[in-house]
């Protein structure tokens, strides 16, 4: 099992920057894919980004590309979403998670931070 835990959301205005964190603990050796989604009211809860664990590969929703980046400090096995110029349709709950690395469903989430941005 992994626990995950998010923190760092909260309100800003846009053009503003914020940095979520999550910590892992439990399980986290071996192999995991890292992933932060969203989900906004009344939408569906979309991938924003990912990360393998120990390779640094990144992939990013063309929404976000060049204002958000994902990494990871794996001495104190947390990952960051840095946000910058953020825009009033980024407001959501970014929830952290995580697979294993060839298996395609994320199986540990965490609990979820709300992200508001203000017009």
């Known amino acids: 099992q992994v626990q995950l835990v998010e923190s760092g959301g909260g309100l800003v205005q846009a053009g503003g920057s914020l940095r979520l964190s999550c910590a892992a603990s439990?399980?986290?050796?071996?192999?995991?894919?890292m992933a932060w989604f969203r989900q906004a009211p009344g939408k569906e809860r979309d991938i924003v980004t990912t990360?393998?664990?120990?390779?640094?590969?990144?992939t990013y929703a063309d929404s976000v590309k060049g204002r958000f980046t994902i990494s990871r400090d794996n001495a104190k096995n947390t990952l960051y979403l840095q946000m910058n110029s953020l825009k009033p349709e980024d407001t959501a709950v970014y929830y952290c998670?995580?697979?294993?690395?060839?298996?395609?469903?994320?199986?540990?989430w965490g609990q979820g931070t709300q992200v508001t941005v203000s017009s």
């Open positions: 998670a995580a697979r294993r690395f060839g298996i395609a469903k994320y199986d540990y």
């Open positions: 439990g399980r986290t050796s071996g192999s995991y894919v």
């Open positions: 990360i393998t664990w120990n390779g640094g590969t990144t």
